[in-house]
């Protein structure tokens, strides 16, 4: 088992990696992607611009909690599982800025979100087992995706 130290930084590493990743392909004003994304029709519901990143600060330091929290719990299969599922579940996460924004494609953005829930879903019962903190961190988070989802589909809808 890798120390503690290591294993902060390395669930610390990899949710900075994601939202590096995800900052990439953001609507900036005056890009292209930014020009793109103002044109969609979009739900009445969708927030400021400045609402997202507060929010996803709080859910990814949220997320490398809940990592940690399962980290350190007793070594067993149920530890080794929602590792692997947080793992996924980040991956995921990491590839929807890219699909939306990135490649413009919200069906398939979409498509990302529904599997990041299931992903999330899966975390959370098997985190459950080892550190029910750990699950319990992920209620925001999966309500934000759940909240995103609506508004992604909104997006297909009303643009199609």
């Known amino acids: 088992m890798m120390n503690k130290k290591l294993a902060a930084t390395t669930i610390f590493g990899a949710v900075v990696a994601a939202a590096v990743l995800g900052s990439r392909f953001t609507p900036a004003v005056g890009t292209e992607t930014g020009n793109w994304y103002r044109r969609q029709r979009k739900s009445r519901l969708n927030p400021p611009d400045a609402v997202f990143a507060p929010v996803w600060t709080t859910l990814y330091a949220l997320m490398a909690i809940a990592a940690y929290r399962v980290w350190r719990a007793h070594e067993g299969e149920s530890r080794s599982s929602a590792l692997r599922l947080w793992a996924a579940q980040l991956g ?9 924004f990135g490649a413009k494609k919200p069906a398939i953005a ?22 029910r ?25 009303r643009n199609a």
């Open 110 to 131: 979409f498509v990302d979100l529904l599997a990041l829930l299931g992903a999330q879903a899966a975390f959370v019962r098997k985190s459950n087992r080892v550190d």
């Open 133 to 157: 903190a750990a699950a319990w961190l992920f209620a925001p988070y999966i309500a934000w995706v759940m909240f995103a989802a609506h508004l992604n589909l909104e997006i297909i809808r």
């Open 92 to 100: 995921l996460n990491a590839a929807w800025s890219p699909l939306f």
